[in-house]
């Protein structure tokens, strides 16, 4: 995803000399470093300072430039978390806040690492918008979104690297703000964002394999969230289960379900995101997530 | 000046035991912070068996942060000789079934603050420090920070308010290396220098010095003039002791392959064979 992400950015910033990156003392993955090669005066690094990086690309926006800050999700919003609601988004500027390794993808760091929060803190801020692709391909997709957009700042939420192809022969494009259908079925949806969807893929093919008929959607926009998109998946389906990687509370569950007491829905809701803790366990991704009671069996036995 | 008891000869045999042991640990894991252990090694060394004070059972007496959390494992191998972590916690570093991660986890044995996000150390330190000055606790903070973590603002207010608050009893040691994740400290910011002054002129007493020299490290601390805060920049090199790590970017966060592994087994035993019974 990291390099998809760098790969899309550099294609553009060839073309559109206002884009530029800002890196707060982080390798630039892959195509990220040519461009720094290429264009030196488009790629900034702060050093080891992440409050001074927002600062910048909010005053590069301000001259009509469109900065990427970049970094580690939990230093690239967390840390300067207060220069991005003011700098960014209060005057309302088309900067791009690139997070690699939300949820807890950095699972042996420790929850200094671990963008658990990030969803919710995200959305919580007026004029954000927040993105959050599935595999490689939707990351490719919002990224050049976010090189043309104009509407205001972006939290693009990316993974780091390494994970599976999963949209290839999705039933819709990517589109921002929308509900990506992947698949179309008639009992069961599934709604999920990030690269957690390739578990709710699994859990999609385990209640195939009992003979229901499966839907799964992408929310990779959390914000704006596509209200009619989660509405109709509501009253099309008996059941819904949404699955995230990101702390409970103000994520996309807590939403799903306040839209259903909303229009009085009618299907079964279930919800799984990491717990509101912090666990001290250092294994593996999945480890970890199972820890948390993410783990395709988990659900399973949870929607049963 | 106070007599130096610390025995020079011991010190770089266990600095390079504790980088022996290290270099064993990143068998067990695809990546950790080598490079960022070997460069504070004789500094926490220093720290743990040239100043920490001992009550009368035989447990430290003073405090200990480190604030670059990404080089806990110099912190972890001492912690284990010490007999404070036990030897199973470091083969079961990483793994979901230990309780060592590769960032410093406060409440795990010998462990003050949880730190890993870079900056947040220096203030928790200061904190401990006036803590006990006013609670009448006759106990040191050290502190060890990292010179790319010098670049975060929060340090400077940290900096900026230990001697507001008569800190003399927090020493901090900066791990002058040059490097930080994106290559040379240097580089990054070249009107950075020089640190010690800088630090003085925010009333610190600062000391440069060579990071290495365990002896040196102790002198320097037990002599300070005192009354303030103590800042000491020691100049070190990141990587230290195996050759092919010294000054190389890529040994940041990175496990040596079995090759890699055997010559620098090979250098540090090279390394013990000159140091005079
Ligand atoms: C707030 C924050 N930003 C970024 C990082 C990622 N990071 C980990 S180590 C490192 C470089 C640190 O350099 P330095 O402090 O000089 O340490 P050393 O050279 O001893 O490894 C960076 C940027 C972090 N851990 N915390
Ligand atoms: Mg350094």
Redesign the interface.
């Given at each position: 995803m990291r390099n998809t992400f760098a790969d899309t950015f550099y294609e553009a910033g060839k073309h559109d000399r206002r884009l530029a990156v800002v890196?707060a003392?982080?390798?630039?993955a892959g195509s990220i470093a040519k461009f720094r090669e290429d264009f030196p005066d488009r790629f900034i690094?702060?050093?080891?300072?992440e409050?001074?990086m927002i600062g910048l690309a909010a005053g590069m926006a301000q001259r009509g430039m469109r900065p990427f800050a970049y970094t580690i999700a939990?230093?690239t919003l967390f840390?300067p978390y207060e220069m991005i609601r003011d700098d960014l988004c209060y005057q309302n500027l088309p900067v791009t806040v690139v997070g690699i390794g939300g949820g807890v993808t950095y699972s042996?760091?420790?929850?200094?690492?671990h963008a658990q929060e990030d969803i919710a803190l995200a959305c919580g801020l007026p004029n954000m918008a927040v993105i959050a692709p599935c595999d490689p391909l939707e990351a490719k997709a919002a990224t050049l979104w976010c090189t043309t957009q104009t509407r205001g700042p972006v939290y693009l939420r990316l993974a780091k690297a390494g994970e599976p192809v999963l949209t290839e022969t999705a039933a819709e494009p990517w589109e921002f703000g929308k509900l990506r259908t992947l698949q179309r079925g008639r009992d069961v949806a599934i709604i999920a964002y990030g690269p957690i969807m390739k578990m709710a893929m699994e859990v999609a093919r385990n209640l195939e394999a009992s003979g229901k008929s499966v839907s799964v959607f992408s929310c990779h926009t959390v914000k704006p969230l596509d209200r009619p998109g989660i509405e109709a998946a509501l009253r099309d389906h008996a059941q819904v289960v949404v699955i995230e990687e990101t702390a409970p509370n103000g994520a996309l569950g807590m939403q799903v379900k306040a839209i259903a007491w909303e229009i009085r829905a009618g299907c079964r809701l279930d919800t799984f995101a990491l717990d509101d803790a912090f666990h001290?366990?250092?294994?593996?991704h999945d480890?970890?997530l199972a820890?948390h009671g993410l783990s395709a069996s988990a659900i399973l036995a949870g929607i049963a | 000046m106070i007599p130096n008891a610390f025995d020079v000869g011991q010190a770089r045999r266990r600095c390079l035991d504790w980088r022996r042991r290290i270099l064993e640990v990143s068998q067990q894991v695809t990546a950790l912070h080598v490079a960022p252990a070997f460069s504070c090694i004789e500094m926490v060394d220093a720290i743990y068996f040239g100043l920490m004070r001992k009550d009368a059972a035989g447990a430290l007496r003073d405090g200990f942060v480190m604030s670059k959390g990404h080089g806990v494992m110099a912190q972890y191998v001492v912690l284990e000789a010490l007999g404070i972590l036990e030897r199973q916690d470091l083969d079961e570093y990483c793994t979901a079934k230990g309780r060592l991660g590769a960032h410093p986890d406060y409440g795990n044995p010998g462990i003050e603050a949880s730190t890993g996000s870079l900056g947040h150390g220096l203030g928790l330190a200061c904190g401990m420090a006036y803590a006990d000055r006013i609670q009448g606790t006759d106990r040191m903070t050290y502190c060890i920070l990292g010179d790319g973590e010098m670049q975060e603002g929060s340090i400077w207010e940290a900096i900026m308010m230990a001697p507001n608050l008569g800190l003399s009893n927090l020493v901090a040691f900066v791990d002058f290396n040059d490097f930080q994740g994106l290559g040379r400290t240097r580089e990054t910011h070249p009107h950075f220098y020089p640190v010690a002054e800088k630090v003085e002129s925010f009333g610190w007493e600062a000391i440069d010095l060579d990071g290495h020299d365990s002896a040196g490290v102790v002198d320097a601390v037990r002599n300070r003039k005192g009354g303030r805060p103590l800042m000491v920049v020691g100049r070190t090199v990141k990587g230290k002791g195996v050759s092919y790590m010294e000054n190389v970017a890529i040994w940041h966060y990175r496990s040596p392959n079995k090759d890699e592994y055997v010559q620098a087994l090979a250098e540090l035993a090279a390394a013990a064979a000159e140091i005079p019974a």
């Open positions: 890196v003392d982080i390798s630039p690094n702060t050093g080891v300072a409050q001074v939990t230093f840390r042996t760091l420790g929850a200094t690492h001290h366990v250092y294994g593996s480890e970890l820890v | -």
